[in-house]
């Protein structure tokens, strides 16, 4: 089959950054480029290979240094992210050379930001690179503007930063505001950045309307493209092919759609909170008893996202409830397309985010590191789609809040609010990946510079 180009993606082996990177490259696919992605080989070896026959997207193999155990297996980030640039750029080196003695010459790469390393391998063999950045902008200005020593640490608060909103300490990202707390995480975030004026392209996982101000800051010192929302377009239309019904690969195996589905259709429209927190947080068990609780003391129907790990966390009482349902994983735009789903108690994580607004559904927000606290201050003060919960001085999220802000975002009136100003910002977001859309055009404008410079 003859291709436009040839892609060579380099993920992180993370859920949050693997499914952006995934819906990407279906894109590319679609516009007639070769895409074949790089996993490592502990996720390769450990997920279900029937993912990797869904698509027309190819897959391969690098190494990060951890080919049995993965992440898990290192003594820290620092450790990790170290052995993975030490094998990881002597494995994606072997990986470019097979592709050539097959017939099939890389002409450009894609990685996450968190492998700049993998732009000098690119480099090396005469290769476009182009970082992708997968999450918001806002959250890319702060890391990029420490990394240039034109925002110092620590951070004043408030802080007062061009495109901007006016930003409290627990409003900036997690690394950033508490370096100290999260010291080799902080150098992850800040070095993402370090040779991002090499990169021939820069793609950011956002559309422009919904982060217009902050998109214009940031380019006046980096060219940016932004090409998202990363959300199959099936969804934000509301005519779901069964081509589309995920992203393409999960890391977690999730529990039965049927019972999951059958459930939610016993329920009364917008009557259930859906809680998930992402693929790493990691709540105490004294957290994850006040969510219970607070869950429970709301009294409305719920599907609860917990990891198998997490769940001893649960305390006994609580599962007796015959409001909730705890499931080990599932599919979220499955579950959030649900009209039963009135809320989403979420942690903030940015795929999250852009999925609930995406099929308007109000958010009580809870977060916990990383981008997940910018995320929280735009999800409530700008675009006006959900509330944060506050907490205590002692950092946790009482039972009593959480009660309230569920209680608040359910409330008849105000959910009705929260989805106006959510379809507002699903309507550009279709537009954006329509035809003539802000990252339709970007996506086109990154193919015809790509594919112009292989002919």
């Known amino acids: ?138 959250v890319d200005y702060v890391y990029y503007l420490v990394n240039r020593g034109l925002l110092t640490v620590p951070v004043e608060s408030p802080c007062l930063i061009p495109g901007l909103p006016s930003m409290e300490l627990k409003d900036i990202p997690a690394f950033v505001a508490k370096p100290e707390v999260f010291p080799g995480y902080f150098q992850l975030a800040i070095s993402q950045f370090t040779n991002v004026d090499e990169a021939d392209f820069v793609l950011v996982n956002t559309f422009y309307d919904l982060e217009d101000q902050v998109v214009d800051a940031m380019s006046k010192y980096i060219p940016l493209l932004t090409i998202g929302p990363t959300v199959p377009l099936s969804y934000l239309d509301k005519q779901v092919d069964k081509k589309e019904k995920d992203y393409g690969y999960n890391l977690f195996n999730s529990d039965s759609s049927v019972s999951i589905t059958n459930w939610l259709s016993t329920k009364p429209i917008g009557s259930v909170i859906y809680v998930s927190f992402g693929s790493m947080a990691d709540l105490d068990e004294k957290q994850m008893e006040e969510l219970a609780f607070g869950l429970k003391q709301s009294d409305f129907h719920f599907i609860w996202v917990v990891r198998e790990s997490e769940q001893p966390k649960l305390p006994k009482e609580f599962l007796e409830s015959e409001k909730g349902m705890i499931v080990n994983w599932c599919s979220q735009l499955d579950v959030l397309s649900s009209e039963a789903v009135g809320c989403f108690f979420t942690h903030g994580g940015w795929n ?55 209680k608040g975002v359910m409330e008849k009136e105000r959910n009705s609010e929260l989805k106006k100003s959510a379809m507002r910002w699903k309507e550009l977001a279709k537009e954006a990946l329509s035809i003539g859309g802000s990252s339709y055009n970007n996506i086109e404008a990154f193919v015809s510079q790509l594919t112009t410079s292989v002919t």
């Open 352 to 406: 999250s985010i852009t999925e609930a607004m995406s099929l308007v559904v109000p958010m009580v927000v809870m977060p916990r590191w990383t981008d997940q606290t910018t995320n929280a201050k735009f999800v409530e003060d700008v675009w006006k789609v959900g509330v944060r919960v506050n907490e205590d001085e002692d950092g946790f999220v009482r039972r009593e809040e959480i009660e309230k802000c569920i």
């Open 1 to 138: 089959m003859n291709y436009r180009a040839h892609v060579l993606a380099v993920p992180i082996p993370g859920q949050g950054h693997l499914t952006p990177m995934l819906q990407l490259c279906k894109q590319l696919v679609s516009k007639g480029l070769k895409v074949t992605v790089a996993l490592t080989r502990f996720v390769s070896n450990t997920t279900l290979d029937h993912h990797k026959n869904q698509s027309l997207i190819n897959y391969d193999t690098i190494s990060d240094g951890f080919d049995t155990g993965g992440y898990i297996d290192a003594s820290s980030v620092e450790d990790y992210f170290q052995r993975f640039q030490t094998a990881g750029t002597e494995t994606l080196t072997q990986l470019i050379k097979k592709q050539e003695s097959l017939g099939h010459k890389v002409d450009c790469i894609i990685y996450d930001g968190h492998v700049p390393w993998a732009l000098n391998v690119a480099k090396q063999f005469g290769i476009l690179g182009a970082v992708y950045f997968t999450q918001p902008c806002a």
